[in-house]
């Protein structure tokens, strides 16, 4: 069963919904050069899901524009009061957008390699030019160890190919999960290569 293919995404979203930011939202604001309270800072969140990350984000001043083709997050927006930054939903499928907004930090988290290979190569131009210099780079990415590395619909790049993405970046740091576990209720294989970077001039 390709259970990536049957997921209901809203009512994963909606059972995440309660989870905690991530740690490396932490580790992209450090990088980018901390809070923005007192400046302007625009996030782009792509995948944003059930919003913890977004949220997170806003919670420390910067401006997101969270996009997700499920609206889970938009209910969640009231939370926005209580923020000194902003939470802009995008109820949209990602390979739809032709044009993404200039940010400081770009962040995505098991979603671009479910745009197929195609539809990576297709987004990062728009990723990487929407990044001025300094600009910060936090994404997961499937690698060639992933159980679905065999479907072509999914993209697993290898650690080659995405050293050549990051050309152009100063790599901040990498992680790499290569292991067994599980997705929703079915085993599965997790290769995925985190990596943060700042683009160079």
């Known amino acids: 069963m390709d259970t990536a293919e049957m997921v209901d995404w ?13 740690r490396l939202v ?5 990088a980018a050069g901390g809070d923005r309270h007192a400046q302007s800072g625009v996030v782009l969140d792509l995948g944003a899901g059930a919003g913890a990350d977004s949220l997170q984000f806003a919670r420390h001043g910067w401006t997101v524009h969270a996009y997700d083709a499920d609206d889970t997050l938009a ?7 209580r923020m000194s930054g902003d939470v802009i939903f995008h109820h949209t499928d990602l390979a739809e957008v032709e044009e993404f907004p200039a940010a400081r ?4 988290t098991y979603t671009l390699g479910l745009l197929g290979p195609e539809g990576l190569a297709a987004i990062w131009p728009k990723l990487v030019g929407a990044l ?11 690698s ?13 790049p290898s650690r080659e190919q995405i050293d050549e993405m990051f050309r152009g970046f100063q790599i901040v740091e990498r992680s790499e999960r290569d292991e067994d576990g599980r997705f929703l209720a079915d085993r599965k294989h997790w290769h995925v290569i985190t990596t943060l970077a700042r683009k160079r001039g």
Do not use: C, Q
């Open 75 to 81: 209910a969640r927006l009231v939370e926005n009061e």
């Open 132 to 142: 001025p210099v300094g600009g910060v780079m936090a994404v997961d990415l499937f």
């Open 10 to 22: 809203a009512a994963l979203n909606a059972h995440a919904a309660g989870r905690p930011a991530r």
């Open 105 to 108: 930090i770009i962040y995505s």
């Open 26 to 30: 932490s580790k992209a604001i450090t």
């Open 144 to 156: 060639t160890n992933d159980s679905w590395a065999e479907r072509p619909d999914i993209a697993t």
